[in-house]
């Protein structure tokens, strides 16, 4: 079982930038690939970036690509999503994925453990 919990969400102007968290129970940590979604007021969850368990592959969502990175911190059980350039149309909720294959996908149904999200609003 793996729990996870969200930080650094807010409210941010257009432009600005915000660091998400997202720490993880558990010592397996390591092993899981680590996903980011964010869902808006009436749109479908939708999928943001991912990391595999070494890092070795990440992916992003065509919205964020160069504006958002993530990583990891397997010492400190812990992924991150640093946001720059922040626009009003990534105002959402976002919530971080946990996933035993240990790859870093794209789908947020493969993924077996979730968050409970954190908000983030982008002001204009």
């Known amino acids: 079982q793996v729990q996870l919990v969200e930080s650094g969400g807010g409210l941010v102007q257009a432009g600005g930038s915000l660091r998400l968290s997202c720490a993880a129970s558990?010592?397996?940590?390591?092993?899981?690939?680590m996903g980011w979604f964010r869902q808006a007021p009436g749109k479908e969850r939708e999928f943001v970036a991912a990391?595999?368990?070494?890092?070795?592959?990440?992916y992003y969502g065509d919205d964020v690509k160069g504006r958002f990175t993530i990583s990891r911190d397997n010492a400190k059980n812990t992924v991150y999503l640093q946001m720059n350039s922040l626009k009003p149309e990534d105002t959402a909720v976002y919530y971080c994925?946990?996933?035993?294959?240990?790859?870093?996908?794209?789908?947020?149904?493969?993924?077996?453990?979730w968050g409970q999200g954190t908000q983030v609003t982008v002001s204009s």
């Open positions: 558990g010592r397996i940590f390591s092993s899981y690939g």
């Open positions: 990391t595999s368990w070494s890092s070795h592959s990440t």
């Open positions: 994925a946990a996933d035993r294959s240990g790859m870093a996908r794209t789908l947020a149904t493969v993924y077996d453990y």
